[in-house]
C-alpha cells in the first residue's frame, strides 16, 4: 500500500510539474514574441512616422492614415456587434422558449467561429461591395467584421450569463421585478466581467484582421474623416504592415507598425477593463 501511494504522489507531481512546464513554455513564447517585436520595431517609430501620410514624390513613409482607419473600424464594428452580440445572448439565455431553435442558433454561431477570415472577406466584397454597392471602405469592411466576431460576443456573453446563479434569478422575481428589470439589474452586473473578456477578443481580432479588410475595405492611405472614410479605400494597421513587409520588402517598417498594434491592442484591453470594473463597482 505504501508502495502505491509512493508511486501515485510521484505520478501526481510528476504530471502537476509537467502542467507547469507547459505553461512556462507558453508564457516564455508570448514574452519572446512580445519582446522581440518591441526590440525590432521601436526604433523604427519616429514622430513623421505616425503622424505623416506614404509619399511616393517625398520618398517618405507615414502611417497616420492607418491608425485613424484602425479607430474608424474599431469604433464602426463594435457599436453595432455589442448590441447585436449581447441581445442575441439574453434572448439564447433569458427568453428562448423553443429549446430546437436556440439549438440551431448556437450552432449557427459555433459553425461561424471556424470559418476562415478570407472566407468572410471574399463573401463580404461580393455582398457589401458589390451587390448592395458600398464600394471599399470603412462601410463594407465593418460590416463583414461584425459577422466575424459576432460570435465571439454572443458565446461569450452566453457562457458568463450563464454562470450567474438562478437564485439571483429567483430573488429578483420573487421580489415583483419584470423580466427585463431582472435582467438589466440582476443578471447583466454579474455578467459583465464575461461581456469585457468578449469585447477584449473581439477588437483583438479587428486589429488583427487583415485577409477580409483587403477585400472588403480596400489598402487605402490617404487621411480621411469617418463619414468619408465609409466609403473610400481605406487601409488599417494590419493591412498597412502586410502591404510593407510583402509589398514594399520593408521589414523595419512592418515590424514598427506590429509594435504599434500591440502598443494599440493593450491600451484598448486595458481601458475595456477598467471600463468593465467601473461599471460593475457602479452597479
Known amino acids: ?3 502505491l501511494s509512493l508511486r501515485r504522489r510521484l505520478y501526481d507531481r ?10 512556462l513554455i507558453t508564457c516564455a513564447l508570448l514574452v519572446f514574441l512580445i519582446a522581440y517585436v518591441f526590440y525590432r520595431g521601436l526604433g523604427g517609430i519616429t514622430w513623421e512616422f505616425l503622424s505623416t501620410q506614404k509619399s511616393y514624390i517625398n520618398q517618405t513613409d507615414g ?7 484602425t479607430l474608424y473600424i474599431i469604433l464602426f464594428s463594435m457599436v453595432i456587434v455589442l448590441p447585436l452580440g449581447v441581445g442575441a445572448a439574453i434572448y439564447l439565455t433569458e427568453y428562448a422558449v423553443n429549446r430546437r431553435l436556440a439549438a440551431v442558433l448556437e450552432f449557427a454561431t459555433e459553425t461561424l467561429t471556424g470559418i476562415p477570415s478570407i472566407i468572410f472577406g471574399l463573401v463580404g466584397m461580393l455582398f457589401f461591395n458589390q451587390l448592395l ?14 459577422v466575424m466576431i459576432l460570435p465571439t460576443i454572443v458565446r461569450t456573453t452566453q457562457e458568463s450569463l450563464k454562470t450567474v446563479p438562478q437564485a439571483y434569478r429567483e430573488g429578483a422575481l420573487g421580489l415583483g ?23 477584449i477578443l473581439a477588437v483583438g481580432r479587428i486589429v488583427g484582421e487583415s485577409a477580409a479588410l483587403l477585400f472588403t475595405a480596400g489598402m487605402g492611405s490617404v ?6 472614410a465609409l466609403t473610400t479605400s481605406s487601409g488599417t494597421l494590419s493591412v498597412a504592415l502586410y502591404v510593407y513587409a510583402n509589398e514594399h520588402a520593408d521589414v523595419a517598417a512592418a515590424l514598427a507598425i506590429a509594435a ?3 502598443v494599440i491592442t493593450l491600451a484598448i484591453n486595458v481601458a475595456a477593463t477598467l471600463a468593465g470594473k467601473a461599471l460593475k463597482k457602479k452597479q
Open 177 to 199: 421585478a419584470g423580466k427585463w428589470r431582472m435582467v438589466r439589474t440582476v443578471v447583466l452586473p454579474n455578467a459583465v466581467d464575461g461581456i469585457v473578456t468578449g469585447c
Open 14 to 23: 510528476g504530471l502537476r510539474g509537467l502542467l507547469y512546464l507547459c505553461g
Open 260 to 262: 504599434i498594434l500591440m
Open 133 to 146: 454597392g458600398f464600394g471599399y471602405g470603412i462601410l463594407a469592411g465593418g460590416l463583414t467584421l461584425v
Open 223 to 228: 487621411v480621411n474623416s469617418l463619414w468619408d
Open 63 to 69: 502611417i497616420l492614415p492607418n491608425i485613424l482607419n
Open 1 to 3: 500500500m505504501e508502495h
